[in-house]
């Protein structure tokens, strides 16, 4: 289905059915990560020369997102994503298939042109996240990686058309699952971004 087709769809299915999906991996509850989970492999939806992304660790920070630049499973009304140091990710196959999405934006999405997955997100700008790269472990045949430990950026599914009026049922719908909601990122990692600007707002930073 082409983009704006879709968008009606998942607007439809999700302020009318009574249970909207908020991710495949959250809808019927969380599989807890394994702690000495050691990494793997991401791929893009292609049928064959499918990209390919190794991942040498465990991701941190994951998280159900509703921001509107995060890719989204079809239907979903969320992302999940988490970080990885950038040094510990590489693409291994099928690099030509990658284009940036969106240049000007903070997180430089890079998706695959044929299946439209966004494979990795890198900061290249100064940024307090620059170091890390945002990714979809769903994009992965091993189970394994670090569970939601969060939602984020809820509110901001209403500004993609959700009905304001159901987003109490959204936000029960995570607590149920044991997952906070905020309306940017959490605590701890807003508390991280707001010390990166107060170093750098200092006169002697060399930020
Ligand atoms: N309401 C906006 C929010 C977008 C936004 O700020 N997204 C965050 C989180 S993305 C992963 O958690 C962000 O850091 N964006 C930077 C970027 O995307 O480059 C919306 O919905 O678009
Ligand atoms: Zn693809
Ligand atoms: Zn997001």
Redesign the pocket.
């Known amino acids: 289905m082409s983009a704006l087709p879709q968008r009606i769809f998942t607007y439809v299915r999700n302020t009318f059915a009574m249970a909207p999906s908020l991710h495949p991996s959250i809808d019927n509850g969380i599989k807890k990560g394994d702690a000495n989970f050691a990494g793997g492999k991401l791929f893009c939806h292609c049928p064959s020369n499918k990209v390919e992304v190794t991942l040498g660790s465990n991701v941190l920070h994951n998280?159900a997102?509703?921001?509107?630049?995060?890719w989204k499973p079809k239907s979903a009304l969320f992302s999940v994503?988490g970080v990885i140091p950038t040094d510990k990710l590489s693409v291994t196959a099928n690099q030509q298939k990658l284009h940036i999405i969106d240049k000007s934006?903070?997180?430089q999405r890079n998706a695959c042109k044929e299946c439209g997955v966004h494979l990795f997100g890198r900061i290249e700008v100064d940024h307090p996240f620059k170091g890390l790269d945002?990714v979809h472990t769903e994009l992965s045949d091993k189970s394994g990686w670090q569970e939601p430990q969060f939602a984020?950026?809820v509110s901001?599914i209403i500004?993609?058309g959700f009905d304001p009026s159901q987003i109490d049922t959204v936000r029960s719908k995570f607590k149920s699952v044991g997952l906070e909601t905020y309306d940017v990122?959490s605590p701890p990692l807003m508390d991280a971004i707001a010390t990166y600007t107060a170093q750098k707002n200092k006169p002697s930073s060399k930020l």
Not at 65 to 70: A, H, T, V
């Open positions: 998280h997102c509703g921001c509107s630049k995060c994503v934006a903070a997180i945002f984020a950026f901001s500004e993609q990122l």
